[in-house]
């Protein structure tokens, strides 16, 4: 009997049109960053923290992804940056063709950063690569020092681990030192940042490498124009 892998198929189709968005936003130059994390653990503050810290020197645009409402999205437009809401209904990922599909109504073309914020979900996101250059997990640390071995996909799978709530470590009961040493057994290349959205605490060195690397993407981006 011919064994099909359903769960095989649907990711390689996946991985097709990830590398179509992959094309289009270097063809348009713009930096796009998939930020994923559990319900709650603060994607959506992480970005406002960083539009602020960002706007006056870079174009942003946001794509949200939740199961329902637009209260994402309305927060990223308060600050003055356009946002699109993709309502996913019962997927609890965003996939690269949901995220193909909007590009189409809302031009990305000529913005600096494209930052796409996941459903929250700790495990999903993970396997499904949208195009994006770089990404970022944000984990709130109140969840506990173990996680990242219990769960480890999305922690292995990014490049970035954002440890968010650090304000909240003396009520929580967690070592910051263990929690840091969990996440480099899973991932022993994740560049790690401590942070707080709330008192700021570590956002400065975190937008400092981000600037890096978007600069980084701009060069590489110019340097395959100019061969062209
Ligand atoms: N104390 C504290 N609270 C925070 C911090 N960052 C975010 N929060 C709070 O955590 C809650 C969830 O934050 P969001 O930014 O909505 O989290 P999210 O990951 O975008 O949530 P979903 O999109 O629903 O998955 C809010 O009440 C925030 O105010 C932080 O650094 N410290
Ligand atoms: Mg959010």
Redesign the pocket.
Known sequence: MHKIDVGTKILQANEEIALENKELFRKWGVFTVNLM????????????VMIKHLKDDLAIAVI?G?LQTT??AD?IKALGVPAYQITTGNVCHLDARMVHNVLHEFKVDGFDILFI?N???LVCPAEFYLGEDLRVM?Y?VVEGAEKPKKYPLMFHEVEVVLL?????LPYAGVELKELEKNVLEVNPNAKIFP?????GEGIESWINWFKNRVEKFKENVKSSKDLH
């Open positions: 994390s559990a319900p709650g653990a603060g994607k959506t503050s992480v970005l406002e949200e939740d209260v994402d927060r914020e459903v929250g979900n944000v709130s968010n709530k650090i304000d909240l942070i707080s959205c709330k008192t």
